[in-house]
């Protein structure tokens, strides 16, 4: 079966730090893969999604950079934190219709 | 423009009552419709998915569908709800490539004991 793990599950980074998340996909190949943020008490934003490595796009322009150096390998990256990127971020992956959610990881900047 | 209303930010029931949370959608084409179910903290789990075909569909956790094109609805709803259920619902609009969805703002559901 297929699972998906992201860490680390909490952060809490400066602002002006940088940042990197990683998110693995395990039981599929060649899945599409997604980041979104959730701000409190708000729905999803897409940030990035991929359909193969090295292809990635942006959703919206902002701060964050997003890289598929392997196959089953997402990540998601900053040089430098705002204040407003303290959120919720969620991996998911997809090979059809339904995308599946990994656990988050909680970023917070201080 | 594919988009998702969820009428209800918020709604409150007693446990063992009947539930239904309203889904509306816009989109150009035959929609995929989702709903998932997020406790706090935790990432999103799929509850159920229409494709095609029979317009009521099941789900896990006692959970059903309707897909009403007319109406361009697809409330969840559930004859009989648990404490457990209390969590944030959201609704989602895609296609079948998987990577052109969008989701609904979210219906956080408390249950009343």
């Known amino acids: 079966s297929q699972t998906i793990h992201q860490w680390p599950a909490t952060l809490v980074q400066p602002v002006g730090s940088p940042l990197s998340l990683e998110c693995t996909v395990e039981g599929t190949s060649n899945p599409n893969l997604y980041w979104y943020r959730q701000a409190a008490g708000r729905g999803l934003q897409l940030l990035f999604y991929?359909?193969?490595?090295?292809?990635i796009s942006s959703e919206v322009p902002q701060n964050l950079s997003a890289s598929r150096p392997q196959d089953r390998q997402f990540i998601l990256s900053s040089k430098k934190l705002l204040l407003s990127d303290s959120g919720f971020y969620l991996c998911?992956?997809?090979?059809?219709?339904?995308?599946?959610f990994g656990p988050g990881t909680r970023l917070t900047v201080t | 423009a594919q988009s998702v209303t969820q009428p209800d930010i918020h709604i409150t029931v007693s446990e063992g009552a009947s539930l239904e949370l309203r889904c509306n959608y816009s989109?150009?084409?035959?929609?995929?419709l989702f709903w998932y179910v997020q406790s706090p903290g935790q990432g999103l789990q799929l509850l159920l998915k229409y494709f095609s075909g029979d317009t009521l569909v099941q789900g896990i956790k006692g959970f059903e569908a309707e897909f009403k094109r007319s109406q361009s609805s697809f409330n969840l709803r559930k004859p009989s709800v648990h404490w457990s259920d209390a969590a944030e619902y959201f609704c989602a609009v895609g296609a079948s490539n998987g990577y052109d969805m969008r989701f609904g703002a979210g219906t956080r559901l408390t249950v009343k004991p």
């Open positions: 989109y150009g084409a035959t929609p995929y």
């Open positions: 991929s359909v193969g490595i090295g292809q």
């Open positions: 998911a992956w997809s090979v059809s219709g339904e995308q599946y």
